[in-house]
């Protein structure tokens, strides 16, 4: 079992920066693969990017591209996701999650086991 704890949301202005952690329980997340979801009210759970066990493979949505890095420190048992030139539609609950059979990475949220409780990032215009 694998428990996930997210911070790091609030609020910022367009433009501005926040950098969200998910730190994992357990010893075995350096073998899981990780990704970070959003969802903004009325509109469906969307990938922002995803990572491997080793941080060798990333993925983003078109969205982010350029503007959010994934990243991860296995010896913290944390993920994090670095969110540069924010845009009011980056506004959302993000949440991490995770799955065993971490060397593959993996962009359906199906594809997960384990998700935390979500952090609410807030951009205003």
């Known amino acids: 079992q694998v428990q996930l704890v997210e911070s790091g949301g609030g609020l910022v202005q367009a433009g501005g920066s926040l950098r969200l952690s998910c730190t994992a329980s357990?010893?075995?997340?350096?073998?899981?693969?990780m990704g970070w979801f959003r969802q903004a009210p009325g509109k469906e759970r969307e990938l922002v990017a995803a990572i491997n066990w080793s941080g060798g493979r990333t993925s983003y949505a078109d969205s982010v591209k350029g503007r959010f890095t994934i990243s991860r420190d296995n010896a913290k048992n944390t993920m994090y996701l670095q969110m540069n030139s924010l845009k009011p539609e980056d506004t959302a609950v993000y949440y991490c999650?995770?799955?065993?059979?971490?060397?593959?990475?993996?962009?359906?949220?199906?594809?997960?086991?384990?998700w935390g409780q979500g952090t609410q990032v807030t951009v205003s215009s």
């Open positions: 357990g010893r075995t997340f350096s073998s899981y693969a």
């Open positions: 999650a995770a799955r065993s059979s971490g060397t593959a990475i993996y962009i359906y949220s199906y594809s997960y086991a384990y």
